[in-house]
C-alpha cells in the first residue's frame, strides 16, 4: 500500500482543492496516468498516479480542500515481476510516495487517447452537447455543477436536457409557494432571483482576495505620468512592429519595462512579507493580469528584467492568448512578485487593486488621456496623460519607498525618446 | 390487408406483376417445376408455363447472361440465384455488362431486369449457403441495391424493381422467409427504391439495419425500452441508392447511432453509413458512431458455436446499444 499526497503544485501554494476523481476505488491505474484533478490558484492540474496498481481508497472527496502533503489517496502497487524494484518504495520513504508536481499543464500531461477513465471524457463535450449550451446560454459555472452521467463522467445530450428541465422548474415551484403563502410573506422577501454557482476559478478569486485583504494592510498611491512621448514613439513604430513581428505594440510591455526599471530602484518593493523578515527577490517576475470568460488570471512573465521591450511584448503576448484559449500551465502564473494590471483599456482614470500575496505590490494602469497641462515655462499644452495607481503592503514598505517606485517609473515613461532600444 | 411470411409476399408480388405485365419472366435454377428450392415461385410454373418460369443450366453466368439480352430487347427478367453466395460466376456478367450498359450506350438501352438472391446467414448453411454480398454490389456504380425486411417491403420492393428500368439486385434473407410475418397491403402497393423507414420511432438512439437485422434490432429496440432507453430503428430497406436524408435525419434527432449488419466489418455498409453521419450530421453527435457486424473471416462457419459467435444478435445488439446509451 502507498499513500498518495496533495502535492504542492507550486512554491507558494499551500493548499489543493480535489477538482475530481479520475479512476474510482478498485480502478487499476497505470503509472503517470490521470489519477486526480486538483484545483489550485487558479489552475487545474492533472495530477498523475505515482505508480501502477490499484486505488484502494479515495481519502478526500471532491470539492474539499486539503494542505499539501495530506493523504489523499491509498493505492495497492502492482507488483509486476520485471518492474518489481522500481515501484518498491525505498525504505527511507517508508511507504509513502509524495507525487510530483506535473512540470506543465494538463494538456501536456500524456494521457490515453481514449478509453474508460480517461480524464478528458468530461472536459470533452459532444458538438451535440456544445449546441445545447449555445442554445440554452449555460454558463461554464453553470456546466461545471452538472454531473455527467456518461462513462468516465463524460456529460452526455440527455445531462444537458435534465439539467434545462429543472432550471425552468424553480420558476414554476416558487409561483406556487407564493399563491399558497401569506401575501404579506411574498411582499416583504425580494422575489428571489438566479443564483450563480461558484466556478473553481470564481472561488479560487475569492479566497485569494478574501486573504490578501485580511492579511495585507493595504495603502495606495497614485502618479500621474505624461505619456506623451511614448504615445508619439508607439504611433510612428507600430506599423512597422507589427509588420516585422506579427504582434500588436501595445502599451502594456513598454509600462513594464518602466515596472522593471522602478524595481530595480526600489528592490524592496519586489519582495515578500514574512514573519523572518522582508525577503526581497532576485528575479524580476512581472504577473499580467489577463480577464478571461469567467474571471481574471494573472500569468506571469519571468526574468522580466532580462527582456527587451520586443521580447515582453511577445511574452505577454503568448501568455494573454493562451490564458483566453485555458492553457496555461502551472509555471505560467506563479512565481510573480510584482504585477500590473490595465484596467485603463475600459476607461478606468483611477484603479484601487488588491495585491496578489505574496507580492507587495501592484500597479494599475490607467486610461491615457489628453489634458490641458501646464508645461515648462507655465504654458499649457494639450498632452496625453495617465494614471499609475499603487498598491502596495504596508509592511513592506512605506510611502516614501513607494513615491520613489513611481517617480521611477514616471521618470522612465517620461523621459521616452526614440534612443530607447525597442530590441 | 393480411398477415403473411417473407416468402409468400415475393412469390405474390412475382404472381401479381407476371399477370400484369406479360413482359415478366422468371429464369433460375430449379425455379420452375420444383418452384425453387425455397418455394419462392411454387406455382407459377404451372400458372404461367415454361416460357416464363425457366428452369436454367447450373450456371450462373447464363442466368445473367440470358436476362441481359432479353432484358436489351425489352423484356423484364427476374434471374433468381439460387444462393447468393453462388453469384460469383455471374459477376463478370453483372459487374462489367449489366451495371454498365445504360452509360456505355449513353443512356439509349437499358436493362430493366431483377437478380434475386437469397442471402444471409443464421440458417446452419455454412461456407456456400450463408454469405452477405451487399457491400460487394453495392461498390459498384449503376447496380441498385434492395434489402428488404418485412413482407410489405419485399412484396412492394419487388414491384418497384421489376418495374425500374436498371438493374435491381434484389437480396431476400433466407432466414427471414418464414420467421418475419407481417401484414400485408392488399393491392398494387409499390415500394419506391431509395426511401428508408423507420420501423419504430425513438429518441435516445438510432438503430440503423435492414434485411434480417431489422427483426433483430426490432427486439432489442423494445428490451431496450423495457430499461427506460427510447431506441429509434431506421430500416434502410434500400442499401443504394441510399437514403442520406433518413440517415442524417435520424443521427439528428438522437445524436446517438449504432449500425448494424451480419455482413463483414471492413469497407461494409455501416462503414458508409457511418461516413455519411459525419459528413453531414456531426454537430448533432452526442457519441461515436457504433457499429455491430459480422467479423472478417472468410465465411460463415458451420460449426454452430461459431456460426453464433458470427451473427449479430439481440443479446449482442443490445449489449452495443446500452454501451451506446450509457456514453
Known sequence: ?423 | MAVKTVIEAIREGMDEEMARDESVFLIGEDVGNRGGVFLASDGLYKKYGELRVIDSPLAESCIIGVAIGAAVNGMRPIAEIQFADFIAPAMNQIIEEAARFSYRTAGDFNLPMVIRAPWGGGVHGALYHSQSIEATFSHIPGLKVVAPGTPADAKGLLKAAIRDPDPVLYLEHKRTYRLVKGEVPDGDRVVPIGKADIKREGKDLSLIAYGLMLTYCLEAAEKLAAEGVSAEVLDLRTIKPIDQAAIIATATKTGKVLVVHEDNRFAGIAAEVMAIIMENAFDALDAPVMRLTGPDVPAMPFNHVLEDAFMPNVEKILAKAKELAAY
Not at chain 1, 500569468?299 to 503576448?317: C, E, F, N, T, Y
Request: proline content about 7%; aromatic content about 4%.
Open chain 1, 1 to 423: 500500500m502507498a499513500s498518495v499526497k496533495m502535492p504542492q503544485l507550486g512554491e507558494s501554494i499551500t493548499e489543493g482543492t480535489i477538482a475530481k476523481w479520475l479512476k474510482q476505488p478498485g480502478d487499476q491505474v497505470k503509472k503517470y496516468e490521470g489519477l486526480v484533478e486538483v484545483i489550485t490558484d487558479k489552475v487545474n492540474a492533472e495530477v498523475p498516479a505515482p505508480l501502477a496498481g490499484i486505488l484502494k481508497e479515495i481519502k478526500v472527496k471532491e470539492g474539499t480542500t486539503v494542505t499539501v502533503g495530506t493523504e489523499i489517496a491509498v493505492i495497492e502497487e502492482s507488483v509486476p515481476a520485471t518492474a518489481a524494484s522500481r515501484t518498491t518504495p525505498s525504505p527511507k520513504e517508508g511507504g509513502e510516495v509524495a507525487i510530483a508536481a506535473p512540470a506543465a499543464a494538463p494538456q501536456s500531461v500524456p494521457s490515453e487517447p481514449e478509453g474508460e477513465g480517461s480524464t478528458e471524457s468530461r472536459t470533452r463535450l459532444s458538438p451535440a452537447v456544445r449546441a445545447l449550451i449555445e442554445e440554452h446560454r449555460i454558463s461554464d459555472a453553470e456546466l461545471s455543477g452538472i454531473t455527467g452521467s456518461g462513462i468516465a463522467g463524460r456529460i452526455s445530450k440527455k445531462d444537458i436536457e435534465d439539467f434545462v428541465a429543472k432550471r425552468t422548474q424553480p420558476a414554476t415551484a416558487n409561483g406556487e409557494q407564493r399563491k399558497t403563502s401569506a401575501p404579506a410573506a411574498a411582499t416583504a422577501a425580494p422575489t428571489p432571483g438566479t443564483t450563480i454557482p461558484l466556478s473553481p476559478m470564481r472561488r479560487a478569486i475569492a479566497t485569494n482576495m478574501l486573504k490578501s485583504k485580511q492579511t495585507i494592510p493595504h495603502a495606495w498611491t497614485v502618479a500621474e505620468v505624461d505619456m506623451t512621448s511614448v504615445v508619439r514613439f508607439r504611433q510612428k513604430a507600430k506599423d512597422g512592429f507589427k509588420l516585422r513581428e506579427g504582434i500588436d505594440l501595445t502599451f502594456v510591455p513598454i509600462i513594464v519595462k518602466a515596472v522593471v526599471e522602478g524595481l530595480k530602484a526600489v528592490p524592496v518593493l519586489n519582495a515578500s512579507w514574512s514573519e523572518q523578515g522582508v525577503v526581497l527577490h532576485k528575479d524580476i517576475n512581472i504577473g499580467v493580469a489577463v480577464s478571461v470568460d469567467d474571471g481574471l488570471i494573472v500569468p506571469v512573465v519571468h526574468q522580466a528584467d532580462r527582456m527587451s521591450i520586443s521580447g515582453l511584448a511577445k511574452a505577454i503576448d503568448d501568455l494573454a492568448k493562451r490564458a483566453r484559449a485555458g492553457k496555461l500551465g502551472i509555471p505560467d502564473v506563479q512565481g510573480g512578485t510584482f504585477t500590473v494590471n490595465n484596467p485603463g483599456t475600459f476607461g478606468t482614470i483611477l484603479s484601487y487593486s488588491i495585491i496578489a500575496p505574496p507580492q507587495a505590490g501592484i500597479l494599475a494602469m490607467d486610461a491615457i488621456v489628453k489634458r490641458p497641462v501646464v508645461i515648462e515655462g507655465d504654458a499649457i499644452a494639450v498632452r496625453s496623460m495617465m494614471n499609475l495607481c499603487l498598491s502596495f503592503d504596508h509592511r513592506v514598505l512605506d510611502g516614501v519607498s513607494a513615491a520613489r517606485f513611481l517617480q521611477g517609473v514616471r521618470r522612465w515613461l517620461e523621459g521616452f525618446s526614440e534612443q530607447v532600444p525597442l530590441y
